[in-house]
């Protein structure tokens, strides 16, 4: 089973930047769309980019889009998500997780099955 790790996050002022990236150690991430969600503290998983891992194809939250880019990299084997334009409203743990390749991009946590342990990512104002 795909083992996922995240890192990146920090404590950083809004407007700041922070590249997050999310790594399978020993495992391929072809064949997978991988998420990039949110969770505030006391709130639910949200969703904020993901990405099929072959095609390319790529799909954002309303909230980030125009401020966040996820992409990924064949040579490491990763895939980021890079974050302009912080606000205090972006502070959370950031997870990746991966579901097989579907048919559309997918928003929806339930459906990844395997997840990361997390990155905090805290923006003050």
């Known amino acids: 089973q795909v083992q996922l790790v995240e890192s990146g996050g920090g404590l950083v002022q809004a407007g700041d930047s922070l590249r997050l990236s999310c790594g399978a150690p020993g495992r391929t991430f072809a064949g997978y769309d991988i998420g990039w969600f949110r969770q505030g503290s006391g709130l639910e998983r949200e969703f904020v980019a993901a990405i099929n891992w072959n095609s390319d194809d790529k799909a954002y939250a309303d909230s980030v889009q125009g401020r966040f880019t996820i992409s990924t990299d064949n040579a490491k084997n990763a895939v980021y998500l890079q974050m302009n334009s912080l606000k205090p409203e972006d502070t959370a743990t950031y997870y990746c997780?991966?579901?097989?390749?579907?048919?559309?991009?997918?928003?929806?946590?339930?459906?990844?099955?395997?997840w990361g342990p997390g990155t905090q990512v805290t923006v003050s104002s």
């Open positions: 997780g991966v579901r097989m390749i579907g048919r559309r991009l997918s928003r929806a946590p339930g459906e990844y099955a395997r």
